[in-house]
């Protein structure tokens, strides 16, 4: 009697045993396919880390060379700044130079023709000279005088200089 009260008390305590047992299995099961679920997981976030830090270092050596190309561009881009600056200095330099080559020129043949008026003049003097020089331009053989006008353009020329 004494045995069959301990069998029948054992029977419930070996299927609640058993119970119990299977919801473990089943939790243990469930969590090896959450660790294999996580070690895929895991895997995955593990090479996108690689790729990026890749990717990163990429980015650093590009913007490296890009920052080396730019600072010879700017390089390059002063020195040709710098360049047309002296060139445009001297072309301003040269443009004033001729503006007063012009101013100097302008006022020499100015007293030129003032020198040349003077001596075209009708004076009593000048108009026995001017018949004389018709009177030569009429003959063949002779030219008339010309050589005091070439010296004037000779020394406004020396002028110029």
Not at 30 to 37: H, P, T, Y
Not at 76 to 105: F, H, V, Y
Request: positive net charge.
């Amino acid at each position: 009697m004494l045995a069959q009260a301990l069998g029948l008390l054992l029977v419930p305590l070996l299927l609640l045993t058993s119970f119990w047992c299977m919801l473990v299995f089943r939790r243990l099961h469930a969590l090896q396919v959450g660790r294999e679920e996580l070690k895929a997981f895991l895997d995955a976030l593990s090479h996108a880390t690689a790729r990026a830090e890749r990717a990163i270092q990429e980015l650093k050596s590009v913007g490296a060379e890009a920052a080396a190309t730019l600072a010879e561009q700017e390089k390059t881009l002063l020195a040709q700044r710098q360049e047309l600056d002296r060139a445009l200095e001297s072309g301003t330099r040269i443009a004033r130079r001729l503006e007063d080559m012009i101013g100097q020129g302008a006022r020499i043949v100015a007293e030129l023709r003032t020198v040349r008026d003077m001596r075209q003049a009708p004076t009593p003097e000048r108009r026995d000279t001017a018949a004389a020089t018709v009177e030569a331009a009429g003959r063949p053989g002779k030219q008339p005088d010309t050589r005091p006008a070439a010296g004037d353009l000779i020394e406004a020329l020396k002028k110029l200089r």
